[in-house]
């Protein structure tokens, strides 16, 4: 059992006004509404911190299960019920506390913002303050944690938004939000960019929706809308069991991002490799021209950046490749289901010398994998596969038809080079040239069922003493 979470993002429209953006004024409210919450977040987290010994209360209740009467820490419900009875004027609290006037310093802020803020202010200030108790414990002069900051991005509860998913099939796409101008809280229409396939993944079954955040960049604004799907999934140990079982093995590597084998009852069933399309050596044009700017500019500025339009090109590149390549595994897992996917237990390719593009392309790269890694193993989770990771010692230094021990070669001008990088693999035993990728793709599979060289190192069993 588990639960499976994703986001689905839908862009607020800001671009120009005669191409079917929002206006400036309706710009400027989104920005006045998360500075409005971030000011009566603030004022929520000091209420809180000033009165720490409520939220370490004990309350009594009576337990259905246990037929007594017991003890529990206060919920966040009852502290936020308690917040409002003390800040905010109602009839039946006429009077708020002095010097915590809620109504009078956010006057007409809607409820539901309010109750959001109070939510989020209870979250910060607790760990807050956890985080200090067990600072204290440690007995340390360092590492002090420092107060909770107010900035959130803020959460639409149900009336504050309202999203009419069947004008999706129309052009005039919207959505209304409760806003603050400045002087008041008012609706109004935001054009948005959605494509289809929003509303099929927002309406998509079994997918629970949560409150959606609004989401407010320099050039951006998008409502960010969680999901989560419930996850039946088997454990590894018990799939072990099956002989049928289905193992998925996927290679990272850098110029096949990854290559993906399919193994049952010992054969390999299908292979798929992901090239990169040239990433790797599109990237590393991108990075020549950065070092070669930083060494023209000298010593770098402190604490400004520099060629940011480049960098966020290349992290761009790396996020869509990741996704991709990660759909493409997730996709194979969704064919075989309860099939078991594994990936190796990452470890840095490292590049000693080469010039100083070559080093930081060797370092994206490595962020690449890591990303695909952990973006294949969310999604093929939703689809209910477990990910495995192996003991990728060996994988590409082993045959993965004998288990004998060979070495990697290339083909330059026709002349065969013995060397680590070699793009090819040899088996001296049983004289099989492979793909090197694929050969370490397919070991995954020996590693995870322990064969061969991954067989567990047992010592040698005690003799065994003759009976009678
Ligand atoms: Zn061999």
Redesign the pocket.
């Known amino acids: 059992m588990g639960k499976a979470t994703r986001t689905t993002k839908l862009l607020l429209d800001l671009g120009k006004r005669d191409q079917g953006g929002a206006n400036t004024a309706k710009q400027a409210a989104l920005t006045a509404t998360v500075e409005v919450l971030n000011a009566a977040r603030g004022f929520y987290i000091n209420f809180f911190l000033a009165h720490p010994d409520k939220l370490a209360e004990r309350v009594l209740y009576y337990s259905e299960q246990h037929l007594e009467m017991r003890e529990r820490a206060i919920s966040a419900h009852e502290l936020l019920t308690w917040a409002e009875t003390c800040t905010v004027a109602t009839k039946a609290h006429p009077h708020p506390w002095p010097g915590w006037d809620f109504s009078e310093r956010f006057p007409e802020m809607p409820c539901e913002y309010r109750r959001s803020v109070i939510k989020d202010a209870i979250g910060k200030a607790r760990s807050y303050l956890s985080n200090l108790a067990n600072w204290q414990k440690t007995g340390k002069k360092k590492g002090k944690p420092g107060l909770p900051g107010a900035r959130n991005h803020p959460t639409l509860y149900q009336g504050l938004i309202t999203l009419d998913l069947a004008q999706f099939s129309t052009k005039e796409r919207y959505v209304r939000l409760k806003v603050y101008t400045g002087e008041r809280w008012e609706w109004h229409n935001y054009p948005v960019r959605a494509s289809r396939y929003f509303q099929r993944r927002l309406t998509q079954a079994n997918w629970e929706k949560e409150s959606p955040k609004l989401v407010l960049h320099k050039h951006e604004a998008s409502l960010h809308f969680a999901q989560t799907k419930q996850i039946t999934a088997k454990k590894v140990v018990e799939r072990k069991q099956d002989p049928d079982l289905v193992t998925v093995g996927v290679d990272l590597n850098v110029k096949n991002l990854a290559v993906i084998t399919v193994r049952q009852h010992d054969t390999i069933m299908k292979t798929l490799f992901v090239t990169d399309h040239g990433l790797d050596q599109a990237r590393f044009k991108h990075l020549k021209r950065i070092a070669k700017k930083q060494h023209l500019s000298g010593k770098p500025v402190k604490g400004e950046h520099s060629n940011q339009e480049l960098w966020r090109h290349v992290r761009r590149m790396n996020e869509d490749a990741a996704q991709k390549v990660a759909r493409s595994i997730a996709e194979v897992c969704a064919n075989y289901p309860g099939c078991v996917l594994l990936f190796e237990r990452l470890r840095k390719i490292k590049q000693r010398g080469g010039s100083k593009s070559r080093r930081m392309n060797r370092k994206q790269a490595n962020q690449l994998r890591g990303k695909i890694n952990q973006y294949a193993k969310a999604k093929a989770f939703e689809h209910g596969v477990v990910t495995v990771e192996i003991n990728p010692h060996g994988t590409s230094h082993y045959?993965?038809?004998?288990?004998?021990k060979?070495e990697r070669f290339s083909l330059l001008g026709g002349k065969r080079i013995t060397a680590k990088w070699g793009k090819l693999f040899a088996?001296?035993?049983?004289?099989?040239q492979t793909n090197a990728d694929h050969n370490a793709s397919q070991n995954m599979h020996h590693s995870f069922y322990h064969e061969w060289h991954w067989r567990p190192q047992h010592p040698p069993p005690s003799p065994v003493k003759p009976s009678g």
């Open positions: 045959c993965s038809r004998c288990g004998a060979g088996c001296p035993v049983c004289h099989s």
